[in-house]
């Protein structure tokens, strides 16, 4: 299989409700989700058909739907719940999911603050 095929979607944004702070939970802020998908390409290439490969379109508006859903306190749990939802495509052997929050609540000047989990078949 030809499972070093990738597919990468950077940039989803949406807006959620995740941190520790009540403030965080309260007044929300944008985060910012980068996938990348590791699974075989060779099915749709050959048949040129959508249905034989991830949609990208698709899987952003599920991460969406994650970064809106039900606010956790930390990334890490943010990020889990948007691979196990990648992976529930079996087609998909691993999957990288970063979430950035960048404007968390740091008290010193900072770009951008992430966590990068990584997470496959067993």
Excluded: N
């Excluded at 992976?87 to 404007?103: C, G, I, S, Y």
Aim: charged share 30%; net charge negative; aromatic share 6%.
């Amino acid at each position: 299989m030809d499972f070093a095929d990738e597919i990468t979607l950077t940039g989803v944004r949406a807006f959620g409700f995740h941190g520790v702070y009540a403030e965080e939970k309260r007044e929300g802020q944008e985060f910012v989700v980068d996938v990348v998908l590791q699974l075989s390409l060779r099915p749709a290439a050959e048949s040129d058909d959508v249905a034989d490969t991830v949609h990208y379109g698709e899987l952003a508006e599920r991460i969406v739907a994650h970064v809106e859903g039900d606010a956790v306190d930390l990334l890490e749990t943010l990020a889990q719940r948007i691979a196990d939802d990648v992976l529930a495509d079996e087609r998909v052997m691993l999957v990288t999911v970063t979430v950035h929050k960048p404007q968390a609540p740091i008290t010193v000047p900072f770009a951008d603050v992430s966590v990068t989990i990584r997470r496959g078949r067993a």
